[in-house]
């Protein structure tokens, strides 16, 4: 290629129309964003415990602001922290005039006595916050020590017994599977290997290690038409071989 063709060639790229157009249509964008794209609405879903007001307020979003650069997950992370009840947030709204905030609220499904108060735990095995007065209708759950609290968080537990939470949870859905959980008052995690619930204040039934809860507790159901008829209380063991032994309370 001669010299004379390649300052050409070069004069081309260096000159060419596309750059200068593409910056233009960009920035012709950003101005029609910055300029249409203005949050003119806020629309907050699923808010009971809490106001939608509350919400909003909270995320952050005015009421005039672009939403150009909307960031969900900042606006998730103000909500979530506030509010303890709120296990999970979704936005939506980005080149919009209107933002919308989707929230997951939890409800309380057990509690635990924690120096004379009661935290509630919800379904995820988080603490939702401290009452003074004991809750009706919750489940109990003995045998277990926190090293403290934050509502909102998962329980804070010492290592060695990180796998408290998930039996809990284990335990209320197989309740809730087998349909007693108004039945059973309190539930001990306190041993691995002999995870226990009270059954109508009758029976202490002891299934193992609560991995398979909603087997061992559907388990025990059957038996009660098959247990030793003089045998109205006391303690029903589900074994590993899938049977239900029963003894009288000592």
Excluded at 34 to 63: D, H, M, P, W
Excluded at 118 to 144: M, N, Y
Aim: glycine letters at 6%.
């Amino acid at each position: 290629m001669s010299a004379k063709t390649k300052a050409k060639t070069r004069r081309y790229r260096l000159g060419s129309p596309l750059i200068p157009m593409v910056l233009s249509a960009f920035a012709v964008i950003l101005l029609a964003s910055l300029v249409f794209c203005k949050t003119a609405k806020i629309i907050v879903i699923g808010a009971n415990r809490y106001s939608a007001e509350e919400i909003a307020q909270t995320s952050g979003v005015k009421l005039g602001s672009s939403t150009l650069f909307l960031s969900p997950e900042k606006i998730a992370k103000s909500i979530s922290e506030k509010y303890p009840y709120i296990s999970q947030v979704a936005v939506k709204g980005a080149f919009s005039d209107t933002v919308e905030i989707t929230v997951t609220e939890e409800t309380p499904r057990a509690f635990i006595t924690v120096g004379g108060e009661f935290l509630l735990i919800d379904r995820l095995a988080r603490g939702l916050e401290t009452v003074s007065q004991k809750p009706a209708g919750l489940i109990e759950v003995s045998g277990i020590t926190l090293t403290g609290t934050i509502p909102g968080k998962p329980l804070m537990l010492d290592p060695a017994y990180a796998w408290q939470p998930q039996i809990i949870l284990n335990v209320i859905e197989a309740l809730d599977a087998n349909g007693i959980y108004g039945s059973v008052p309190i539930i001990s995690v306190g041993r691995r290997d002999a995870i226990s619930f009270n059954y109508e204040n009758r029976f202490t039934v002891i299934i193992r290690d609560g991995l398979n809860a909603k087997k061992d507790v559907a388990t025990f159901l059957s038996s009660l038409t098959q247990k030793p008829e003089e045998i109205t209380s006391g303690v029903a063991e589900v074994t590993e071989n899938n049977e239900v032994l029963y003894s009288v309370a000592r």
